[in-house]
C-alpha cells in the first residue's frame, strides 16, 4: 500500500489477464491473492463473447465490465469486492480498465498494471510508471499474481484450442456416431 501509493491495504488482489491466439479463442483470466496466498477457488475464467479479431483493449473492457457488473448483487458472496486490480499490460491497458471503471461508477478499488518488459508498474495517481527493484517483496508479489493470471489464461486457452481441434465435420452429421466417424 505505501509503496504503490494505494488508498486501500490490499487484502483482496485480483489480477486481469487475456490470451489469445491471432485473435481465436479468446479467453480472460482472473486470479486472485488474498493476504498475498493464492485462493484458487475465487479464479475465474471468460470466454470472450463480444469482441471480434485480435483487441486486448476491447477483451479487458468486455471481462472487467461482467466482473465489476457482480458486486452489489446477490453474487457478490463469490465475487467479493477487491482491494485492488492489477491488469497485465502497460497504460494503454490501464486505460481501457478505467473506461469501465468511469462507465460503472467504480469507487473504493484501487487499479494498477504492471508491464512484463521492463516490470513498470503504471498507476492512476501518476503519469510516470514505478520501477522497483527486482528483489523488492511487492514487485515480486506482483509478479507472482500477474505469472498466474497469465498461466491460467493460457491454459484455458490451450483447452478450448484442443477441444475445437479435435471436432470433425461429421460430429454434425445425423446418424453417424463415434465408431462410423473413425
Sequence with gaps: QRVLNLS?????MECFDISHISGVDKVGSMVVFTDGE???????RFKIKTVEGNNDF???KEVLTRRLLKLGTDEEDKFPKPDLIVIDGGKGQLSSVKEVFDNLSITGIDLISLAEKEEEIFTLKDKNSILLDKADYSLRLLQRLRDEAHRFAITFSRSLRGKRSLTSILDNVNGIGKVKKQ
Design 8 to 12: 486501500n491495504y490490499p487484502k483482496r
Design 38 to 44: 493464492k485462493d484458487l477457488a475465487s479464479y475465474r
Design 58 to 60: 476491447e477483451c479487458l
